[in-house]
C-alpha cells in the first residue's frame, strides 16, 4: 500500500493589506449610494406630504365655501399634516386665489382676488378675496386655487448644492354649494 507523501506546510501569506484597500476603494461608493436613497426618501416624503397637504386644504376650502374662517381652516389642515408637522421640509407661505373659468374651459388665476398667508394664518399684504365674498350658488360656484410654498433643506450634506431646495404644488378646486 502506497501512503501519500504531504508536501510541507508552507505558511499562507496574508492578504489583510488587500482586503483593507479595496474595502477603502468601495466604501465611498456605497455610502454616496446609501446617502443618495436615504436623501431621495426625505424629498420624496416631504413632496408627497406637500401635495397630500393642499389637497386637504383644497377640499377643506371646498367644503367651508363662504364661511368667514375658511381660510384659517384650511391653513390649520396644513399645519397638522406631515408637512406641517415635521423638520424635513418647511412651509414658507400659502396662496389662496380665485380661478376665471375661460370659454374653453380652462381656468386663469384672477390677480385682483389673491390671498397670501404665512402657515401660521398672518395675512401677507392684504386680503382681496374674504372668504364671506365666495360664490357658492348652484350653477354659479366660483373656482379656487391653492399653492402651497416649501422649502426642501437637505439632510445629508452631500447634495445640498449651497442652498435648500424651494418647491410648491398647486391644486385647484370648484367651491362646493352649502345648501341645494
Not at 416649501?150 to 435648500?164: E, L
Request: glycine letters at 8%.
Amino acid at each position: 500500500m502506497r501512503t501519500a507523501i504531504r508536501p510541507p506546510l508552507v505558511p499562507q501569506r496574508r492578504s489583510r493589506g488587500q482586503a483593507i484597500t479595496e474595502f477603502a476603494l468601495v466604501a465611498p461608493i456605497l455610502l454616496l449610494v446609501l446617502f443618495a436613497v436615504l436623501e431621495g426618501s426625505f424629498l420624496l416624503f416631504t413632496v408627497g406630504s406637500a401635495r397630500f397637504a393642499a389637497g386637504e386644504a383644497a377640499r377643506q376650502l371646498s367644503e367651508d365655501g363662504n364661511a368667514a374662517n375658511a381660510d384659517q381652516n384650511a391653513l390649520a389642515v396644513i399645519r397638522k399634516t406631515g408637512l406641517g408637522t415635521t423638520t424635513l421640509g418647511s412651509v414658507t407661505k400659502v396662496d389662496i386665489y380665485r380661478l376665471n373659468q375661460q370659454p374653453d374651459g380652462s381656468l386663469t388665476v384672477d390677480p385682483a382676488h389673491y390671498n397670501s398667508y404665512q402657515i401660521s394664518g398672518a395675512p401677507l399684504g392684504a386680503i382681496t378675496w374674504p372668504s364671506i365674498t365666495r360664490d357658492i350658488k348652484n350653477g354659479e360656484m366660483d373656482f379656487l386655487g391653492i399653492t402651497v410654498y416649501y422649502r426642501y433643506n437637505w439632510k445629508t450634506g452631500f447634495f445640498n448644492g449651497g442652498s435648500p431646495l424651494q418647491l410648491n404644488h398647486a391644486i385647484y378646486i370648484r367651491l362646493e354649494p352649502q345648501l341645494y
